[in-house]
């Protein structure tokens, strides 16, 4: 759906499903790993794109509920924000470096995968 020159992945539903969160990862489309990456929204219906959230560090693993987007930031840890941009706060400051986080099925729990599985 997307047509860019970026390598697109993590790509995600919106509770009502008219939207899709992708992540571009910058600089080297083909690779894997460590490059800077962005968030950003697409309206389904349009294919417009709005910048949700990016850094120059490495972004991914996003999971979508009414309660908000979860994603992975690069120093481990897990941070939420809502769609329009606002509300970023830091879920989980860890050194453990967090792969992925997602919400249950109700949104008021998450499950973050560490080398060992924990919900909380």
């Known amino acids: 759906m997307t047509n860019n020159s970026y390598r697109d992945a993590d790509a995600i539903f919106s509770p009502d499903g008219t939207k899709l969160l ?25 294919k417009a794109e709005n910048k949700l959230y990016g850094t120059s560090v490495y972004e ?31 879920v989980l400051n860890s050194s453990k470096q967090a792969g992925i986080a997602i919400y249950s099925p109700s949104g008021d729990k998450l499950f973050i995968h560490f080398k060992s599985f924990r919900l909380l």
């Open 22 to 46: 992708v992540t571009h990862y910058q600089g080297a489309p083909s690779s894997d790993c460590c490059n800077e990456t962005d968030l950003y929204i697409m309206d389904i219906a349009t």
């Open 60 to 90: 991914w693993g996003a999971d979508w509920k009414n309660a908000g987007i979860l994603f992975t930031i690069q120093n481990g840890g897990i941070a939420r924000i809502n769609p329009d941009g606002t509300g970023f706060a830091t």
